[in-house]
């Protein structure tokens, strides 16, 4: 938890409260559902919600902005975005039943209304959204193919509406097929500790009122 309000100072008393919910929330449903490795289970903050929270260093969403969290297992990153940005909508999908249970029950006992959840596949989702988030949920390639239909044209925010994915390694041939307009963004400029030394998150505009990447 020290690692959230060193990074986010600002945080409200309810929002820190939530913060500090999670611990217990996620080792209690990881007994029942695996949805982190049982070993990670206690670098929790730092493996899983600071991580998330990355994207809130890229892009302050401002209020009104609607996010679809494709291959959300048990809430990440959307349950800590939703947290931050209590104006914004996250739409939590998954094909797998029981990883949206788990995402259900936290955001139950947190008491969060800003969220909703799809027990579906993104090729099966018709919606549109500002922003596709996805914390390597699938190849950038599949991300981009399956999902930029989604995004809406209406745009509110600093940076294009577009798609956000947090990875980690050489991602050099993944982006090489968007290199002209993809943006990368190197964690351990946001984070110190050496977790994020090889995280990466990547921001690909979707301008589908030229329908077209």
Known sequence: MNEILKYFPTLTEQQTRRFAALFNLYADWNTKINVISRKDIENLYLHHVLHSLAIAKILHFKK???????????????????????????????????????????????????????????????????????????????????????????????????????????????????????????LSDFFEEDYFSTKKAIYLPIDNSRKKV
């Open 64 to 186: 009104g902005t609607s996010i679809i969290d494709v291959g959300t297992g048990g809430g990440f990153p959307s349950i800590p975005l939703a947290i931050t940005f209590p104006e914004c909508t996250f739409c939590l999908l998954d094909s797998v039943a029981k990883k949206i249970k788990v995402a259900q029950e936290v955001v139950s006992a947190l008491n969060l209304r800003n969220c909703t959840f799809s027990h579906s596949r993104i090729e099966d989702e018709k919606r549109t959204f500002d922003f596709v988030v996805s914390r390597a949920a699938m190849s950038l390639t599949d991300l981009v193919r399956l999902s930029s239909k989604n995004i809406a044209t209406t745009q509110q925010n600093a940076l294009p509406n577009g798609i956000i994915c947090l990875k980690g390694g050489d991602l050099h041939a993944e982006i090489q097929p968007y290199k002209n307009i993809v943006s990368v963004y190197n």
